[in-house]
């Protein structure tokens, strides 16, 4: 099964950006799309958006579009969060997860990264 | 598509059963899957398509339902088993995922 790690939990200030990666190994990359989600302290998940490597077109969720940029570098098997404009209500732990079924960007996760706190504070 | 589930939280004696209930705005057929977060952990895999375990996941769990309606079960509540269990829509139009918001399953 395919293994994804995530890059280390961020500190940021408000209006800053920040990325976060996550590496997939033991399994297909290109083709199994890679979704991020996040999750608030106490609260539940919220889907962000995803790429599939092969095709390099990401899909966003409405409330994230306009900050949030996803990217795949294949070479690297690794697949990047980029979210900008950052206020208090982003602290959370964002996770990636990979979508069980090939070439579809609207699947369930067989495969999920260990989380990156993302924590914004002035 | 917004899904709800209830109840907030489910307390049951070890042995018992529990069962979670997730309710999709709008049809979704069978696209639904079911996750088991533990604190501090990233969530878990349980069932998807409604109904088919995912690999590895023990036969007291089982899924259920089909267009608006899901139900997870499990048959005899074991220790380990103390989580939030969150429901997943997978549907194809709008191409979007959302998650309910958690059945915390506390053990008596």
């Known amino acids: 099964q395919v293994q994804l790690v995530q890059s280390g939990a961020e500190v940021k200030k408000p209006g800053s950006s920040v990325k976060v990666s996550c590496r997939a190994s033991g399994g297909a990359f290109s083709s199994h799309a890679i979704t991020w989600m996040r999750q608030a302290p106490g609260q539940g998940l919220e889907w962000i958006g995803g790429i599939i ?6 899909t966003y969720a409405p409330e994230f579009q306009g900050r949030v940029t996803v990217v795949a570098d294949e070479s690297v098997n690794t697949v990047y969060l980029e979210l900008s404009s950052l206020t208090f209500e982003d602290t959370a732990v964002y996770f990636c997860a990979r979508d069980r079924d090939e070439l579809s960007t609207v699947s369930f996760f067989d495969s999920w990264g260990q989380g990156t706190r993302v924590t914004v504070s002035s | 598509i917004v899904m709800t589930q209830s109840p907030a939280t489910l307390s049951v ?3 018992e059963r529990a069962t979670l209930s997730c309710r999709a705005s709008q049809t979704i057929t069978s696209n639904v899957a079911w996750y088991q977060q533990k604190p501090g952990q990233a969530p878990r895999l349980l069932i998807y398509g409604a109904s088919t375990r995912a690999t590895g996941i023990p036969a007291r769990f089982s899924g259920s339902g089909s267009g608006t309606e899901f139900t997870l079960t499990i ?9 939030v269990y ?5 549907n194809n139009w709008p191409p979007e995922r959302t998650f309910g918001q958690g059945t915390k ?3 008596k």
């Open chain 2, 86 to 90: 969150y429901c997943q829509q997978y």
């Open chain 1, 53 to 58: 490597p092969l095709f390099a077109t990401p």
């Open chain 2, 13 to 15: 004696f070890p042995g």
């Open chain 2, 75 to 83: 048959s005899s509540l074991q220790s380990e088993d103390s989580a």
């Open chain 2, 105 to 107: 399953v506390e053990i």
